[in-house]
């Protein structure tokens, strides 16, 4: 059903499919898309101008009171459809609080979710709406922290009846559990993830998933390799062991990996030429 779904939203504008690999998933990437949303969620932590002038067709530049998240609204001139970019955090302290495990009970989506990415969204959201247009499509996307916001914003997009097209965010962390990732399941929505890039592990595993059950990932995921190498997966799984003692352990040199500018280079390695591997075999490809 998954490979269905994935054929029917997101293949025509993302992928060519092919028939069932027993080794990979049998998609082909088209990283010039993947590198058309990178670009724009990049351009989430320029300035205003610079957003105004690479997007002519940007409505509303504007930042979260809470959080000092900026995000921007552009309307494509040629296809009207509606972009949302949202910027994240790169620095440590602010990675730390991505990895807190408190969470709050979404009563418009009706799931438990991250309460401080819950907060940020909500902000967003109803700073957006006196500016979107329902008879318009929309995308989503954003890095990290930026990332987290933009799925809640599907979500909550979904439930007011936009028009969602196929997102891709980058260096998400997980922003709700198996309840609410079964719920938005059908959201168009890919995560491109650095292999090197702890962030998506976040919040970690812990005791304090037995309240609500362990965060999880919405969504199928890409995993950059280094040159023209990648892993796509249906289903998130990267290994999580040892999450908190590397945590604890965590520099600033170690998060190099999570930066939008690794990222955009790492797409940018593969717009000539690109290729799928086994997710088991992954580490044949790392530079050691």
Not at 196 to 208: A, E, F, G, M
Request: proline share 6%; aromatic share 10%.
């Amino acid at each position: 059903m998954i490979r269905r779904w994935l054929c029917w939203a997101l293949l025509p504008l993302l992928f060519a499919c092919h028939e069932e690999d027993h080794t990979i998933d049998a998609v082909t990437i088209s990283f010039a898309e993947v590198d058309w949303y990178a670009q724009h969620a990049d351009m989430a932590y320029k300035s205003e101008a610079e957003i105004r002038a690479a997007y002519p067709g940007t409505v509303l530049v504007a930042t979260t009171r809470g959080n000092d998240v900026q995000y921007y609204l552009e309307v494509e001139p040629h296809t009207g459809t509606q972009v949302i970019a949202v910027r994240g955090t790169a620095n440590l302290p602010n990675i730390r609080e991505d990895a807190k495990y408190v969470e709050s009970r979404n009563p418009s989506l009706g799931i438990y979710v991250h309460d401080g990415f819950d907060a940020g969204a909500w902000e967003i959201f109803n700073a957006l709406q006196p500016h979107l247009d329902k008879s318009r499509p929309v995308i989503v996307t954003g890095h990290s922290l930026g990332a987290a916001i933009a799925t809640l914003l599907m979500m909550m997009l979904h439930e007011e009846g936009y028009d969602l097209k196929p997102s891709i965010n980058f260096g998400q962390p997980k922003v709700t559990n198996r309840a609410g990732v079964q719920k938005y399941r059908n959201l168009p929505l890919l995560r491109i993830a650095d292999e090197n890039d702890i962030v998506p592990l976040l919040p970690p595993t812990d005791l304090v998933d037995s309240v609500h059950g362990a965060y999880e990932h919405l969504g199928p995921e890409l995993i950059l390799l280094p040159g023209k190498y990648y892993v796509y997966q249906t289903h998130h799984q990267v290994e999580r062991y040892d999450v908190d003692s590397f945590w604890d352990n965590l520099g600033d040199e170690s998060i190099v990996q999570h930066y939008m500018k690794n990222y955009l280079q790492n797409i940018a390695a593969k717009l000539r030429e690109s290729q799928a591997v086994p997710f088991d075999q992954r580490e044949t490809y790392i530079k050691k």
